[in-house]
């Protein structure tokens, strides 16, 4: 059984930073691709960030290039997303997501439970 169990959410004020972290367990992901989803208050959950297996490449959403960084250690079953100069729109569930072979963010891939993230003054 795989898990995934994000920490490092909370409250932070506009321009502030904060760093989440994706522990994996179950059986080794370092082959598989990993990404950061976030879903806002009635809106879709959408793509923020993803990164290669080894780490080799990444990608990240228009609205979030330049002010996050998603990075990985597979030796410690790990992936991390720095978010800097956070904006009150960058609030909501922020979802770590591991391809199954289906694709970064299908529904039946391997999904943690989300952190909350609130960009407030």
């Known amino acids: 059984q795989v898990q995934l169990v994000e920490t490092g959410g909370g409250l932070v004020q506009p321009g502030g930073s904060l760093r989440l972290s994706c522990a994996t367990s179950g059986r080794t992901l370092s082959d598989a691709a990993m990404a950061w989803f976030r879903q806002a208050p009635a809106k879709e959950r959408e793509f923020v960030a993803a990164?290669?297996?080894?780490?080799?490449?990444?990608l990240y959403a228009d609205s979030v290039e330049d002010r996050f960084i998603i990075s990985r250690d597979n030796a410690k079953n790990t992936i991390w997303l720095q978010m800097n100069s956070l904006k009150p729109e960058d609030t909501g569930v922020y979802y770590c997501?591991?391809?199954?072979?289906?694709?970064?963010?299908?529904?039946?891939?391997?999904w943690g439970q989300g952190t909350q993230v609130t960009v407030s003054s």
């Open positions: 997501n591991a391809d199954k072979g289906y694709g970064l963010g299908a529904p039946n891939g391997y």
């Open positions: 990164i290669r297996w080894n780490g080799g490449r990444t």
